[in-house]
Structure formats: C-alpha cells, structure tokens
Nanobody, 115 residues
Framework: QVQLVESGGGLVQPGGSLRLSCAAS????????MGWYRQAPGKQRELVAL???????NYKDSVKGRFTISRDNAGKTVYLQMNSLKPEDTAVYYC?????????WGQGTQVTVSS
C-alpha cells in the first residue's frame, strides 16, 4: 500500500505560480510512474503531467511550457511547478502512482486561479 498526500494548492491570480507537492508514504517514484491529474467542476478527470521511473515526462498540450513535473532524489516526493496560471487551470489536482496493476490516488488539492 502507498499513501499519497498532496499539498500546495490555493488561490492565485492569473499569471501567478504555485508548486504542488505529492508526498508518498515510501520511496516509489524510482519504480512507479507518477502523474498529476486534475478535475474541474462538471468535467472528467484529465491527465496533466506524467513522470516515468526512467525520468521521461509527458504533458497535456495546454500546460506544455508552463508546468513542470519533477521528483526528489529520495523518490518520496513529486512536484508540479505551475507557472503562468490561467483561470482554466482551476481544478482539484490529484497525484497518482501507477505500477503494473497497482494504482494509488491522493485526496486532491484545490487550485483556484482568479483575480
């Protein structure tokens, strides 16, 4: 079992930045594929960014060049640096860890981009 806890969400003005953190209960990001997803009200959950155990990254087109996914050397924390935030980035952001048939989710953290 893996527990994931997100933090770092909040209210930010358009053009601002936030850094989300996902803390795992044990070192996993060197084995699991880690992802950040988001879900806006009335919409389906969507993939924002992925980071494989080998360090390969993949991003949703609309966040490319603005968001960066990374991890710490201990493999226990994954980050999502979000710059140039837009109102359409408003959503609950969830951390995900996936390995073969195992998948774990955090409880989510709210990001609101508004003036």
């Amino acid at each position: 079992q893996v527990q994931l806890v997100e933090s770092g969400g909040g209210l930010v003005q358009p053009g601002g930045s936030l850094r989300l953190s996902c803390a795992a209960s044990r070192s996993i990001s060197n084995i699991y594929t880690m992802g950040w997803y988001r879900q806006a009200p009335g919409k389906q959950r969507e993939l924002v960014a992925l980071l494989t155990s080998r360090g390969t990254t993949n991003y949703k087109d609309s966040v490319k060049g603005r968001f960066t996914i990374s991890r710490d050397n201990a493999g226990k924390t994954v980050y999502l640096q979000m710059n140039s935030l837009k109102p359409e980035d408003t959503a609950v952001y969830y951390c995900n860890a996936n390995y073969v048939i195992e998948t774990y989710w955090g409880q989510g953290t709210q990001v609101t981009v508004s003036s």
